[in-house]
């Protein structure tokens, strides 16, 4: 009985995890169908390659994962690689949204928790800990944070033609906050709870992907 119901649970976080990755895709050729018809606006166009580098990064998982091609030796440090890309990009979009006259230390900070970031990949790496994707997640929501707080000190009608920048700022924002407690507590959770209950927690993961890409979804279709 319990095997089955492992199994069962396997199977559930599998079917969301592909479904986040085909929402990634989806993303991608939308953004791809925006830019081949030139109504991808230039600050989209650099989120048009963390979806390229995100699609690669998943399409290099799935080929190491069933042993089709083995690509990358180390995955692990791959993907404690890609915290930091997922960090520059999506927090460099951000920081380039922001209103206000605060450019100067939202650029330091930047560089800072980027810096931070590569430190703490070589740490992972050497301890097999994962606080690198932690801080990259934590600096996303802290500059979502810092464009929502301009948002509403600069007015709704200074952001009235940004829906679609507003969406993808969003998904990022909603995507980090959920996954965050599952990176953050992972180690510890999965030695107090049984394997089962781990697994159950562990598929906000995936569905933290499944929220933001849908996101990315509904920004890439208001774009006009």
């Given at each position: 009985m319990s095997g089955n119901l492992v199994g069962m649970i396997n199977v559930v976080f599998n079917i969301i995890f592909?479904?986040?990755?085909?929402?990634?895709?989806?993303?991608?050729?939308?953004?791809?169908?925006?830019?081949?018809?030139?109504?991808?606006?230039?600050?989209?166009?650099?989120?048009?390659?963390?979806?390229?580098?995100?699609?690669?990064q998943y399409l290099l998982f799935e080929l190491n994962r069933f042993s089709i091609l083995t690509i990358v030796e180390n995955q692990k440090f791959f993907n404690l690689f890609f915290a930091l890309i997922h960090y520059c990009f999506l927090a460099f979009f951000i920081k380039n949204e922001i209103k206000g006259n605060q450019k100067n230390k939202?650029?330091?900070?930047?560089?800072?928790?980027?810096?931070?970031?590569?430190?703490?990949i070589y740490l992972d790496k050497l301890k097999s800990t994962q606080y690198s994707v932690t801080l990259s997640n934590l600096g996303l929501i802290i500059f979502c944070s810092i464009y929502f707080n301009s948002y509403?000190?600069?007015?709704?009608?200074?952001?009235?033609n940004q829906k679609s920048v507003f969406y993808f700022i969003s998904g990022i924002f909603f995507g980090s906050?959920?996954?965050?407690?599952?990176?953050?507590?992972?180690?510890?959770?999965?030695?107090?709870?049984?394997?089962?209950?781990?697994?159950?927690?562990?598929?906000?993961?995936?569905?933290?992907?499944?929220?933001?890409?849908s996101f990315f979804i509904k920004s890439i279709l208001s774009i006009k």
């Open positions: 592909e479904i986040a990755n085909l929402l990634l895709v989806i993303s991608l050729l939308l953004a791809i169908n925006k830019f081949m018809k030139k109504e991808l606006p230039l600050n989209f166009v650099f989120l048009l390659f963390y979806l390229i580098i995100s699609t690669i939202n650029n330091l900070l930047f560089y800072l928790i980027g810096i931070i970031i590569l430190i703490l509403m000190k600069a007015g709704f009608e200074k952001f009235s906050l959920m996954l965050l407690p599952v990176i953050l507590f992972g180690y510890y959770l999965r030695s107090i709870l049984s394997p089962n209950a781990f697994f159950l927690i562990a598929t906000l993961a995936p569905i933290s992907s499944i929220v933001m890409y």
